[in-house]
């Protein structure tokens, strides 16, 4: 099996920019909502309550877009992961190991994030099944990560 290097410089901006994307799921309050910017980051929906179905249906922040774009973003995101691992495999320097500490604390930080989205949308299967895949995929990635750490 071909092991393809990867630029560490390249992976810190892309986690960069997935922190930018996902940074609000860090903190995300339970019983939140969130919406997408149009450059492609999580935000907290701040509408009040009693105009939140209007106002989300007017600027289509309807849930299966967040569907989708959790389904996607964190497609790319499991990219990352994999990127990191590889690197890791191939250099097993301490640049590499500081990268995986606070990937690591960030998927733990998002996954809460993520819970709590998956319990605003109960109803709504197709985002629980999404948010289930993608927190056991951080978690399979977390659990390597902590291997990974354990013998460093």
Known sequence: MEIVEYDISD?????????????????????????ISDDDTLYIDTTPRVLQKIVRK???????????????????????????TETYNSEKNNEIIEIIKNTR?????????LNNTKNVYSEYLEINSTIDRIIGEIVEFNLLFESIINTN
């Open 105 to 113: 604390a960030f998927n733990r930080n998002i996954a809460k994030g």
């Open 58 to 84: 007017f600027r289509e922040q309807t849930r299966e877009k967040i569907n989708t774009f959790l389904e996607t973003k964190f497609r790319d995101y499991n990219i990352l992961l994999k990127m990191i």
């Open 11 to 35: 992976i810190k901006q892309q986690i960069i920019s997935f922190k930018n994307k996902f940074g609000v799921l860090e903190n995300l309050p339970e019983e939140t909502k969130m919406c």
